[in-house]
């Protein structure tokens, strides 16, 4: 069975880090593409980032290029999420999930699959 465990996310202030991490079971995780993906109160999914299965090709949503650095562990099973200089709009629950779409151009949230339950981020004073 596939799980992906999802931890890390809390409150924090404009300007602060946070780190998620995902935790992958039940499949050969360096066979796959991961990614992380979020939705904010009242908005639908937006596709955050994603990695190649052996992480030398990374892709990032404009809204959070150049804050965000998505990485992956394939000896430990793990895919993690570096967010610096956050902004009260990266408030959201953060999913992390594999990544299926054949290419890092153009991504949809359809391409996701397996999601975890989430780990919710809140950027607020």
């Known amino acids: 069975e596939v799980q992906l465990v999802e931890s890390g996310g809390g409150l924090v202030q404009p300007g602060g880090s946070l780190r998620l991490s995902c935790a992958a079971s039940?499949?050969?995780?360096?066979?796959?593409?991961m990614g992380w993906v979020r939705q904010a109160p009242g908005k639908g999914l937006e596709w955050v980032s994603v990695?190649?299965?052996?992480?030398?090709?990374?892709s990032y949503a404009d809204s959070v290029k150049g804050r965000f650095t998505i990485s992956r562990d394939n000896a430990n099973n793990t895919v993690d999420l570096e967010m610096n200089n956050l902004k009260p709009e990266d408030t959201a629950v953060y999913y992390c999930?594999?990544?299926?779409?054949?290419?890092?151009?153009?991504?949809?949230?359809?391409?996701?699959?397996?999601w975890g339950q989430g780990t919710q981020v809140t950027v607020s004073s």
């Open positions: 039940g499949f050969t995780f360096k066979y796959y593409d």
């Open positions: 990695i190649s299965r052996g992480g030398g090709s990374t």
């Open positions: 999930a594999q990544y299926k779409g054949s290419s890092f151009v153009i991504i949809t949230t359809s391409e996701f699959h397996y």
